[in-house]
DNA sequence: AACAGGAAATGAACATTGTTCAAGCTCCAT
DNA sequence: ATGGAGCTTGAACAATGTTCATTTCCTGTT
């Protein structure tokens, strides 16, 4: 009756994704993960190399998630006949926004944990999970009556979702009350709302070409 | 000849400055603080409570800095009698992207700290210098020709600032090779470019007053 | 059924860290 | 000179990540 290697790495994840959530990176702890899944600490480590690859598994989770509700959110509007570019964004945004509420103490440690990843070379699963989101945000401009090549899509869409990503986690450095909340959303529509009318205009890019340093 | 306990303070400060600088925050440890200061641990804690003073003491002191590059940028165009808003918003955030460029551990260490302060109530000297920033940028909206009240511009003022905020963090988890610093820059021009036209016309908040949650 | 071999689990042990504090020390006003 | 307030010290403690020799458990073989 004793779990399966994969169901107690399974077990493991849920339990440091609820620690992370709880405490943050400081409170995912060996022995908390150890004690609570009902193994040793040597068994910890046998099933990961240290936490900080339990925390990268955890990550990767909760961004394949991210995504996948992305991706939902986009499959729900494209039900509904909506194609407004506008509103198929702010819906991506909404998303993005109620998933980092959704996870007020792992969202964080996800961002931490990939700035820290810094000095490490080379690309990894990690950006191509974030490559995926940034897709999904270029398919949307792609709808969109804009005049722009591949390439410029692609640098818009990923200022864009920069910038929202900007805002939510600057928005969620204080308590999740709901002036923050409204904030951050009053904000993201602004955002949008610029960006979509800076895009329709075609002049955006104009002062790009001739000014790039 | 023994250091007054100011100067002991300061020397602590940009040792420790130094050693978030090296390896972030991992790497503010009291005993290195100590060993290089020539003093004692205890003596550490005698001067700080305890470490997350100390950090936060070395962020303070960044983004003061960081506010005195921005008004000195912002001083220098006004010399060159500069008055275009676009011009002066992209001098802000590249004075913003040099800085973050010229503490590549230290500034991360910055957004975490901030971050992992979210839990505590009430806001301090932190948000106070934070929101200096701010108000830099809403300073400069001020003289453009927009049609907006100081609501308006000072929301508009913060979705920009989190936007390039967003943009560069996002953009500099990897290592600070000049193709990454080259897509940061696009990302900051096309922002700003598809900000100022936006606002411009006047019809960016049209959608945000009448569909607010 | 008995056994051998290897895989997995164990938890004691080690190294590193933040933090505390009793004991000593310094130095200045009296 | 001396009293004492404050400073300094570094040993000691607790918490933690990580390792590894030992034990336990299972599985296939005879």
Redesign the pocket.
Known sequence: M??D?EE?TEKVLAIAEALLNEGGA?N?????I?EQA??????????F????EVHRAVNMRLLDRLGATGLAAMADLERQGVTDVRHRILAMAAAYVRFVEAHPGSWPAVLAFNRRRATRPGPDAYDALLDALFDIVAGVLKAGDFDLDDDRRALAARTLWSSVHGIVTSGYVANSNSRQAEEIWRQVELLVGVFVKGLERGGAFAHAETKSA
Chains 1, 2 share one sequence.
């Open positions: 004793a779990l290697k107690m400081d995912l702890k060996a022995r908390s150890a009902g193994i040793s600490v040597g068994s910890v480590y046998n099933l190399a240290d936490l900080d």
